[in-house]
């Protein structure tokens, strides 16, 4: 089923939004053992770098926490239109963005290719 699958990926998502997950491990832990989903997505330091909208990554990226709080907030919003950043190419996902060429690196995020 579908929440069987989603299941799944919340315990192995530290596995695909770590660059190399041998090496370099997400920190913090994603799953802090607690089953409790607060300190996921946005409330993630690392996630939410993955999904800031693509059009806040340079702001994402002079302030994070600032960033964050705005995206928790409902002041930047995620919507279907507003494309993650973890889709664009770059160590962080979007650090190789450039906004006067979109398409470079689009659908290139380490991530996709898992």
Known sequence: TRSDDSTRLKLQISKYVALNPA?????????DGSGQRTHMGINHPVLARFLCP????????DDPKATINRMQAGKIELTADAFPAFLWKGDPPGADYDPDNMMDGFLEGFTLER
């Open 54 to 61: 693509i059009g806040e990554i340079t702001r994402f990226q």
């Open 23 to 31: 090496k370099d491990p997400v920190s913090p832990p994603i799953d």
